[in-house]
């Protein structure tokens, strides 16, 4: 399919307009900022979408006002009593200062204990973190797999985790390699899962068009209730969006 990718202005609002070749029209508003983004399809004119976004103008105005009020962590500096997320549950931090071997144990659904050695300090302690995050993902993304490719009918090539700025999660169709966020680690599991569902999909549709929205509403009939509660989860102090 071919895609022409543009800018507008309109009432102030900066526009993405993605022209593909689709037969009806998306607008979408997406976190953190709520930049606004339209799927067209290739015949539709800049003024045509202009039309369509200033009737949907106090609808992004609410969408957006809902992500600037979102909560978002504070910079990390990996002390003791700090807030951290491990699947959608907030955790105290605490570091335990010892000779041995660096871990991570979750105690009691509350706390998350770190185990460094004393000289560590906040960069590694987070690389450390991450690590046990990255080690988490890898146990809970196989049997999810394994259900939604059956479920599908499709299969990856290959997948993997990184931390990513700008995307939960990203497919390669051409490849069959899907790679998903490590920040999902710290969001619900049913997120993760609707994360990898969608990216599925994706190997059978390439773009977010009609027949992609209806297999999703086929397979994951909840999925919009799993998307919203991923972009009102708190934001990481770095900026993520879907």
């Known amino acids: 399919m071919s895609t022409d990718v543009v800018e507008i202005h309109v009432s102030g609002l900066t526009v993405q ?25 290739l015949r539709v004119s800049d003024d045509a979408v202009r039309l369509a976004v200033i009737g949907k103008l106090g609808w992004i105005k609410r969408q957006q006002a809902g992500f600037k009020a979102q ?24 570091v335990v ?5 660096a871990k991570v144990l979750v105690r009691n659904k509350a706390t998350i204990e770190l185990h460094v050695r004393r000289e560590t300090d906040a960069w590694q302690r987070e ?3 991450l690590r046990w995050y990255r080690k988490q993902l890898k146990e809970l993304i196989p ?19 990184r931390k990513m700025k700008t995307r939960w999660g990203t ?22 899962e609707y994360i990898i569902v969608h990216e599925l999909v994706h190997l059978v549709v390439k773009h977010h068009d009609d ?6 509403d086929e397979h994951l ?22």
């Open 143 to 161: 049997p999810l797999l394994e259900k939604w490719q059956r479920a599908l009918g499709v299969q990856v090539a290959d997948w993997g985790i």
């Open 71 to 94: 909560a978002r962590q504070s910079g990390r500096e990996m002390v003791s009593g700090e807030s951290h997320y491990f699947l959608g549950q907030r955790y105290r931090l605490r």
């Open 17 to 41: 307009i993605v022209r593909k070749d689709i037969k009806n029209l998306h607008l979408g508003v997406y976190p953190p900022n709520g930049r606004v983004r339209v799927a067209a399809p």
């Open 171 to 192: 497919c390669n169709a051409k490849a069959r390699r899907i790679w998903l966020n490590l920040e999902l680690a710290k969001k619900p599991p049913q997120c993760l």
């Open 221 to 242: 009939p909840q999925w919009r209730l799993h998307r919203q509660e991923l972009n009102a989860a708190p934001l990481a102090h770095e900026t993520w969006l879907y």
């Open 211 to 216: 027949r992609f929205i209806a297999m999703l």
């Open 97 to 101: 200062n010892h000779d041995s071997t």
């Open 127 to 129: 690389r450390m973190l």
